[in-house]
């Protein structure tokens, strides 16, 4: 007669013996010493294409190992790859570590958001790309950059496109405290010396580009990289905001540009050799975004790169203080003169950063 369900219980299990044995399981993973260093440039639905140094260099698509779980790999990082990283078409190499990062520029959804998203890994120079009209500039979210690359340790650049439709005086002397150099230029003006400033900004660095939809960003990236052909569109007449035309973020080659030759239209993807004179850096193209949230900054992150100030707020202010309220000292520190000419300034453009840090300035 059978027996229901609940009259059942684990001692009635049958367990047949391994005559083999069984082997415990390790939590030994291999060393994978002989992984070859790849740079990320462009990351695809579950596949990272990657440049290895060498003469030549190679392009090896790779995918991610199982070990890795849901690390985040972004363009920019360097890996460790084994498996067939010959670079030859229909191959898979996999990817079994990420190499230490040099600098990680990284938001958040908003203020309140724990979790960090990674844009871009081991880039030295943040440019913030900006339209002076059409559509109208937002200064909350250019501060909201700064603050970023402050804490990613990255040099801001600032980019001002269009200038054209509008001047650009009157922005950026609400930016002149914040000694943050910057580039005007419209790609549009036949003979415009704007352009030839940004590719001196740009020669031998890895700089990634952010700003809103609609801010000229992939007209700007085409005209420095004329095999890039990236997407570029309108800005919408009812809400004065672009459409997304980048979908994601790509790791581009900048030709160098001799005065006497033509503009080199060097393929962005296809390996050079190692040393080649025709490269003269890296940008980084990016998704336009609509927010950028830093619930990930500490507030000391941003003041220390105000030098003049921080020593202030180190001597004088409570623990625990924002920077940003009545028992701060470094009223009294600007007063005095501790921050030298033009501290007002400097003191009202870091309150601004912590404003718009913190949300209260959006």
Not at 138 to 166: E, S
């Amino acid at each position: 007669m059978g027996r229901s369900a609940r009259q059942w219980d684990e001692s009635d299990v049958r367990v047949r013996p391994n005559r083999r044995g069984s082997r415990p399981r390790t939590k030994e993973r291999p060393k994978h010493e002989d992984a070859i260093i790849g740079r990320v440039t462009a990351v695809d639905r579950g596949r990272w294409t990657t440049l290895v140094p060498g003469t030549p260099e190679r392009v090896v698509t790779a995918m991610r190992a199982r070990e890795l779980g849901r690390t985040p790999i972004v363009v920019g990082d360097r890996v460790g790859m084994v498996g067939d990283t010959s670079g030859q078409r229909d191959t898979l190499a996999r990817i079994v570590r990420v190499q230490e990062r040099e600098t990680v520029l990284r938001r958040t959804a908003d203020d309140t958001d724990p979790v960090e998203r990674v844009i871009v890994a081991n880039a030295d120079q943040l440019v913030v790309v900006a339209a002076l009209a059409d559509p109208q500039p937002r200064p909350r979210l250019i501060d909201r950059c700064l603050v970023a690359a402050y804490d990613a340790g990255m040099d801001p650049l600032l980019v001002l496109t269009k200038a054209d439709l509008a001047s650009a005086h009157d922005f950026l002397a609400q930016y002149a405290p914040l000694d943050v150099p910057h580039v005007v230029t419209s790609v549009l003006v036949p003979g415009s010396t704007g352009l030839a400033h940004l590719r001196e900004r740009l020669a031998g660095r890895v700089s990634v580009l952010v700003g809103h939809s609609g801010v000229g960003k992939s007209t700007l990236v085409n005209a420095l990289v004329p095999a890039a052909h990236r997407a570029t569109g309108l800005v919408n007449d009812v809400t004065g905001r672009g459409r997304h035309t980048s979908t994601s973020a790509l790791a581009l080659r900048l030709p160098a540009v001799d005065p006497q030759e033509p503009l080199l239209a060097v393929d962005p993807q296809e390996p050079l050799l190692e040393g080649d004179p025709d490269v003269a850096g890296w940008i980084i193209d990016t998704p336009g975004i609509r927010s950028f949230g830093l619930a990930h900054v500490e507030a000391e992150t941003i003041i220390r790169h105000f030098p003049e100030l921080w020593a202030g707020a180190d001597a004088g202010c409570p623990r625990g203080c924002s920077h940003d309220e009545d028992d701060c000292a470094l009223d009294a520190w600007v007063a005095e003169g501790h921050a030298g000419p033009g501290g007002e300034q400097r003191l009202d453009s870091l309150r601004r950063l912590l404003r718009a840090r913190s949300g209260e300035d959006s």
